[in-house]
C-alpha cells in the first residue's frame, strides 16, 4: 500500500531508536555485508582469549552473538540507553559493562587484555588500545570506512570534501603504528546500500547521529520531501558504506 511521507515521517520520528538492532529496516532498507564475516571471526578470537575487551560495545548486541566468552570479559559504552541495554544483555553471560566516554582513557590497568575488540567505534583512542593489551595481545575491529553512506550526507550537507578524507585506512594503520602496535591485517570494502522508503532514511539518521548532526525531520523537512518525491519516482535512494578490517597486534 502507498503510504504518504506524512505517515513514512511521522512513524519513523516516533520509534525508538536507542541500541545497535537495525531490525525495523527489514524490508525497507538493505545493506551488503563485508566478505569477511566481522561476527564470526570476532567470535573465533574470543573463544581462544583469556581476558578480553569490547569497546564502544553499543547495546551488546554483536557481542553477545559469539559463542564463548574468555574468564574474564569486559565491554565499555558512552550512551545511558545502550548502557542499560547491554548491561542486561551481557551480565547474565558474565561479561562487565563499565560506563565511560568514548574518548577518554579506557578505565582499565596496563596489559589487562590479551583481545582488545570493536564494531564501529565512533573514535579510536590507540595509546588507549595498545596500553591495555598485553604483549603478544591482539586488537581486532571493524571500522567505519573513508566516506561511508556520503551520498545520503551530502544530499542534505552539501559537499564534505574534508570529511571526505576522514577515516582513510592507511591515515589509521600510521596512527596504530605511532601507538606501538604492528598492522597485521588491513582490508576496506565498499558495500552497496538502498534505502526503500522516507521513513528508512529518517530512522537511520536518527540512529546514525554522526551521519548528519542536529538532524531533526522539521529542519531538513524539504530535503525530505524532496527525497520522498525521488524515491517515488525512481526507486530506491543507493549509497555506499564503507568498511574497514583491521588486526593488530602489541609486539
Avoid at 2 to 20: H, K, P, Y
Avoid at 134 to 146: L, R
Avoid at 245 to 250: C, P, S, T
Wanted: proline letters at 6%; a negative charge.
Amino acid at each position: 500500500m502507498n503510504r504518504t511521507f506524512q505517515d513514512l515521517v511521522g512513524e519513523a520520528a516516533s520509534v525508538s531508536v536507542t541500541g545497535w538492532d537495525f531490525s525495523w529496516l527489514d524490508g525497507r532498507a538493505t545493506e551488503v555485508r563485508p566478505s569477511w564475516g566481522y561476527q564470526r571471526l570476532m567470535s573465533a578470537r574470543l573463544k581462544t582469549a583469556t581476558a578480553a575487551l569490547d569497546i564502544q560495545t553499543g547495546g551488546g548486541e554483536v557481542l553477545a552473538e559469539a559463542e564463548n566468552f574468555p574468564p574474564a570479559m569486559a565491554a565499555t559504552e558512552s550512551w545511558p540507553p545502550n548502557i542499560a541495554k547491554a548491561t542486561a544483555r551481557l551480565h547474565p553471560r558474565g561479561a562487565v559493562v563499565v560506563a565511560t566516554p568514548d574518548e577518554a582513557a579506557l578505565p582499565f590497568a596496563d596489559a589487562a587484555f590479551d583481545l582488545v575488540t570493536c564494531r564501529h567505534p565512533a573514535a579510536i583512542r590507540w595509546d588507549e588500545i595498545a596500553r591495555v593489551l598485553q604483549s603478544g595481545g591482539t586488537y581486532f575491529a571493524q571500522h567505519v570506512g573513508p566516506a561511508s553512506v556520503f551520498e545520503l550526507v551530502e544530499y542534505f550537507l552539501g559537499p564534505q570534501p574534508e570529511a571526505r578524507r576522514a577515516r582513510e585506512p592507511g591515515d589509521e594503520a600510521a596512527a596504530a603504528g605511532a601507538a606501538g602496535l604492528e598492522i597485521t591485517d588491513l582490508r576496506t570494502e565498499r558495500l552497496r546500500m538502498e534505502f526503500h522508503d522516507i521513513g528508512a532514511v529518517v530512522y537511520f539518521l536518527r540512529k546514525v547521529v554522526w551521519m548528519v548532526p542536529g538532524f531533526t525531520v522539521d529542519t531538513y523537512r524539504d530535503r525530505l520531501r524532496g527525497l520522498h518525491d525521488r524515491i517515488q519516482r525512481q526507486g530506491p535512494f543507493v549509497a555506499y558504506s564503507a568498511r574497514t578490517l583491521v588486526e593488530a597486534i602489541k609486539p
